[in-house]
């Protein structure tokens, strides 16, 4: 609406200016691509825009058709984001933030004052039809609109929330098939070509920048930072907000012509210690307040299902493409012989060898600290590893996490592998990353079978959700409910992701005991409904004798025990390290 | 009649617009153990939350030793006497035990307190004596929950809030921390608030209380705490499909 009434009401000089202001929002809206949703601080995307500018320029001024211009923008300017996010692959955080502000400082110094670059005599030639202020303006709003579309997308591709898991879990997004470095260069693309754009926009206002490179300075990029941070990392509404708010406003308003700088920075203060999330923050909980009192938030718990029906339904789940055939003869699904592992000077883990079996849920008992999350570190290839892991007959050891999940192994994490930030069902999603295969941009386009695959990972999601009894809180924010319920969700997870084995690392942790008696029920479902395979790193003894087919006790790295849970926990040296007077008490629950 | 040592009445909180707890009240009075049973789910973080200021509360009151500290800020709840075991150990594992335990009486002035107060933690806990140089990072999981009973015990504090202590612990490891609390609630005379999930707390509770979806809805004081427990795991068992 606003859009449409500002060029009856706004003159000619207004209008300018807010063509202005929709290249900065888009230069922000990419920024906010590798802030918001890589976790990556870029400097440079002031100078990124400049590229973006000079190459429209450079293109439409020798004669290139305006179309062209633009193409040539957003290309060039995504490959040269692109090879400036290939320090990101080895280094994080401030040290990324560094290298960019280096790059920024060069194309400053040494690009934009050679008149080759900055091309002083060319003037770009623009379609006849944007020579109006009115059309340049609706132009620039509909690149606007279309980069809003992009992220939009983006967010429900493959790409978008295995981004997710870069930002928020870098270290273990390959549990989830996620490969860290080609996201992270897919992320620093697509800023590029958003940013591109930006100066598409720029230089089909202006028409040539000749010595005029204000825009492109580290200025320019710090303030594009700041429209990123009051307008709320993430919230595309926010940050176009942020760009009038920081952009427009003191071109506008005589009062803040004056004063200038000074107020502009005050308010800049005042808005982020006051609305710490931003803009986004703001608008985000609007629908939320409007809710209050109206609905009742729903329990926070997993609920009772019909487990049969449910786990009926689920045994689709395993329904997936799998590279790796078992290979006959086979003693075991995994076979762990002489596992050692060596964090600095600790064994963690010494001379394991144990065996787990196709169809049987086998538990890992033992004292804290004994190597059992260490286990599943090796077998899921997380940590550095001697002797032999074969997993369908395959030896495991040397492949990538990545390519072991491929194979059809999943685990969780004892405190957590997903994102906090994101909903439910984003989360079991984002575990089923190996699944769906397409490339990030056809993802946003929506070609192909893209369309298609995420519809059947959505439904795959459900069919988790449902078995799990959580379909309720698929919309609630991950961290925002109870430790129990998070873990829970995490193991919805690994199951949606279609497995064969199942790793889960204290699988009833924060659950009472009537959750985990009915978190054990499914267990016996995922066995013999899914026909899964699980190994269970367990503290709750009930929940072991209830569902174990065998069971394993390790202390101090070593393997002291092996059996059915009745013949383990029975044993003396099982008792003294881990079951306590509690062998008589609780195995009576 | 002196005033109860914590004393939470009507308290209701949230987060945001969702409102979580509804009109909770107990009490934990001078050298007592007292458990708040609930569920996953039930407002037990919740509650301690709002306690300890990190969370608005919308209505009714906490005191403490009579004074109103309804909403102040953590910091002044240390100086007044109150330490929290946070859920999931809240260790900083880049820092050594001893380190960890320093941060523990950070705010305790007097050098003289701080090592007697190291001390203390080192005969009440000899495995973190044994370990004092390590990095928190590296100790076992219920080594790390010790180190947390110990580091909020370094403030001499009068009441000890203890959020989940057994949580993702080995049951030997649960009965070792559910004793050392024990024992610094008998020796020091420390009171104690449990939060739990696991029955076991009862053992040691004198007065215990239920937490269900936000409100209280079941107290037991003494020999009743022993039929509670029973009660509880009846009700788990009953449920549990």
């Known amino acids: 609406m606003a859009v449409v009434v500002v060029p009856v009401v706004a003159d000619g000089p207004t209008l300018s200016i807010l063509v202005g202001t929709a290249a900065v929002a888009i230069a922000a809206l990419g920024l906010d691509v590798l802030v918001g949703r890589a976790g990556q601080l870029s400097l440079a995307h002031a100078a990124l825009l400049g590229v973006g500018g000079f190459t429209a320029v450079n293109v439409g001024g020798r004669g290139g058709p305006w179309p062209l211009a633009v193409v040539a923008a957003v290309v060039v300017t995504a490959a040269v984001s692109t090879v400036a996010g290939l320090p990101s692959l080895r280094i994080r955080g401030l040290q990324v933030a560094v290298v960019t502000l280096a790059l920024q400082v060069m194309a400053e110094r040494f690009l934009f004052v050679r008149p080759d670059v900055t091309a002083g005599s060319l003037t770009l030639e623009r379609p006849a039809l944007l020579e109006a202020d009115v059309p340049l303006y609706l132009f620039s709003v509909a690149c606007v609109a279309l980069v809003l579309l992009v992220r939009r997308r983006l967010g429900s591709t493959r790409t978008g929330r295995a981004l997710l898991a870069v930002r928020d879990v870098e270290a273990r997004a390959g549990a989830f098939g996620v490969e860290a470095g080609p996201t992270k260069l897919f992320a620093y693309t697509l800023s590029g070509a958003i940013v591109g754009l930006g100066g598409a926009v720029l230089a089909t206002k202006a028409t040539a920048f000749g010595t005029a490179i204000d825009p492109f300075r580290l200025l320019q990029s710090l303030l594009l930072v700041a429209i990123v941070v009051v307008g709320g990392a993430g919230s595309g509404s926010g940050i176009i907000l942020a760009s009038l708010f920081i952009h427009t406003l003191p071109q506008v308003v005589d009062a803040l012509k004056r004063s200038g700088p000074l107020v502009s920075a005050v308010l800049l203060v005042v808005s982020i210690v006051a609305q710490p999330e931003g ?32 786990s009926e339904a689920a045994a689709d789940l395993r329904r997936v493409p799998r590279k790796l055939a078992l290979q006959m003869p086979v003693r075991a699904l995994l076979e762990a012989r002489e596992v050692g592992v060596r964090y600095g000077g600790v064994l963690a883990l010494d001379d394991l060898s144990l065996e787990v079996r196709r169809g049987e849920i086998v538990g890992l008992i033992g004292a804290n600290g004994a190597g059992k999350s260490t286990f599943f570190n090796a077998v899921s290839g997380f940590a550095p590893v001697t002797g032999s892991i074969r997993y369908k007959g395959a030896e495991l050891l040397n492949r990538p996490p990545v390519r072991r999940s491929t194979y059809g192994l999943a685990r969780t994490f004892q405190d957590m592998g997903l994102v906090r930030a994101e909903t439910v069902r984003e989360n079991v999603l984002l575990a089923q990353t190996w699944l769906a295969r397409y490339p990030g941009a056809a993802g946003i386009l929506g070609l192909g079978g893209t369309m298609s695959q995420e519809r059947e990972l ?61 978190l054990g029920e499914r267990f016996l479902a995922l066995r013999d409904e899914l026909g899964l395979t699980l190994v269970v790193i367990e503290h709750h003894v009930p929940l072991i004798a209830r569902v174990c087919d065998y069971c394993y006790c390790l202390e101090s790295g070593r393997l002291i025990a092996e059996g059915s849970p009745a013949e383990v926990t029975s044993q003396a040296s099982v008792i003294a390290s881990f079951l306590g007077r509690a062998a008589s008490q609780e195995a009576v629950l | 009649m002196s005033p109860p040592l914590l004393e939470v009445s009507g308290l209701c909180s949230g987060y945001g617009p969702l409102q979580v707890l509804f009109d909770v009240s107990f009490r934990v009075e001078r050298g007592e153990v007292v458990a708040l049973m609930g569920s996953n789910g039930a407002g037990k973080t919740t509650t301690l939350r709002a306690i300890t200021g990190q969370l608005k509360v919308l209505s009714g009151r906490v005191t403490l030793d009579g004074t109103d500290i309804t909403g102040r800020p953590p910091e002044e709840l240390v100086s007044r006497g109150m ?114 999930q696991n029955v076991l707390a009862l053992d040691l509770a004198n007065r215990a209380y239920v937490l269900e979806k936000g409100q209280v809805v079941d107290v037991a004081e003494g020999d009743a705490v022993k039929t509670m427990q029973g009660r509880l795991r009846e009700a788990y068992l009953g449920r549990g499909r």
């Open chain 1, 279 to 310: 803009i986004g923050g703001v608008l985000r909980d609007i629908p939320r307040r409007l809710r209050r009192g109206r609905e009742q938030r729903p329990s926070p718990r997993p609920r009772l299902v019909e487990l049969a029906a449910a």
């Open chain 1, 458 to 518: 959505r439904r795959r999601a459900g069919l988790a959700l449902e078995l799990f009894g959580l379909e309720h809180l698929a919309s609630e924010r991950l961290g925002d409910l109870p430790y129990g319920t998070m873990r829970t969700v995490e193991i919805a997870a690994a199951v949606a992701s279609g497995p064969d084995l199942l790793l889960l690392d204290e699988a009833s942790a924060g659950l009472g005991p009537d959750e985990s008696q009915a």
């Open chain 2, 83 to 196: 330490a929290l075991v946070p859920e999931g150990r809240g260790m900083l594992r880049d820092l050594t035990v001893a380190q960890n335990l320093e941060l523990g009486a950070y705010r305790v002035r007097d050098p003289r307190a701080v090592a007697s107060a190291f001390d203390r933690a080192y005969t009440t806990f000899p495995i973190l004596a044994e370990r004092r140089q390590q990095r928190a990072g590296t100790l076992s999981g219920g080594q790390q929950q010790m180190l947390a009973v110990a580091r909020a015990l370094m403030s001499d504090p009068r009441l000890l809030l203890v959020d989940e202590a057994s949580l993702g612990l080995s049951p030997i490891m649960t009965e070792t921390v559910f004793d050392l609390i024990a024992t610094a609630n008998r020796s020091a005379g420390v009171s104690v608030l449990l939060v739990e």
